[in-house]
């Protein structure tokens, strides 16, 4: 395989065109000013992305309040994509309108390195390894905000990507980072880079637990 750079956080997301469910897209302008949500599935008619996309149709409302927009992707051909959708709706009781990404060649899968390079059994009947469960938030600027990958066994929760971008989007805005296990409404902690002096101005009711944690209350309406 050619070598090619290694995706980090900050990193631009790679462009690319491909075929969807919804018709041929370019990556980038498909992204435009929004957030984006792209996650990959090993394959279609299988039981744990079945659930999974059921349960990201099912979310979408949630996601498109934010800005955000998803996108997914299978190793299988749009045909195929558009069969899948009528029965991941039919079993999950879900209306999927985002589109999947076609990528029987992987070319997608090894831009983004969603390859499964652990289990080199877990192949296609033409001997091409299937993409694990990759999960990769976006925003607006094309950077790479938060890399997740699942195990071809292990279904995703829902969830917690959309509290991450609800983490993502609240420090954006206000300057501040979350704790362990927080969702909007909790306190925040605010950022390192923001003075004791400059807190009392941006957040009148921080306090100081220890000189490097300080935690402070956000109006919730403030976090949308």
Known sequence: ????????????????????????????????????????????????????????????????????????????????????????????????TFPIIADPERKVAHLYDMIDYQDASNVDDKGVQFTIRSVFIIDPNKKIRLILAYPASTGRNTAEVLRVVDSLQTGDKHRITTPINWVPGDDVIVHPSVSNEEAKTLFPKFRIIKPYLRLTPLDVSEQK
Do not use: Q
Not at 3 to 27: C, Y
Not at 66 to 81: M, Y
């Open 1 to 96: 395989m050619s070598e090619k750079a290694t995706l980090r956080l900050g990193s631009t997301a790679p462009d690319f065109e491909s075929e969807t469910s919804n018709g041929k897209i370019s990556f980038h302008d498909f992204i435009g000013d929004s957030w984006v949500v792209l996650f990959s599935h090993p394959d279609d008619f299988t039981p744990v992305c079945t659930t999974e996309l059921g349960a990201f149709a099912k979310l979408e409302p949630e996601f498109s309040k934010r800005g955000v927009k998803l996108i997914g992707l299978s190793a299988n051909g749009t045909e195929s994509h558009k069969a899948w959708i009528k029965d991941i709706d039919e079993i999950t009781g879900s209306k999927l």
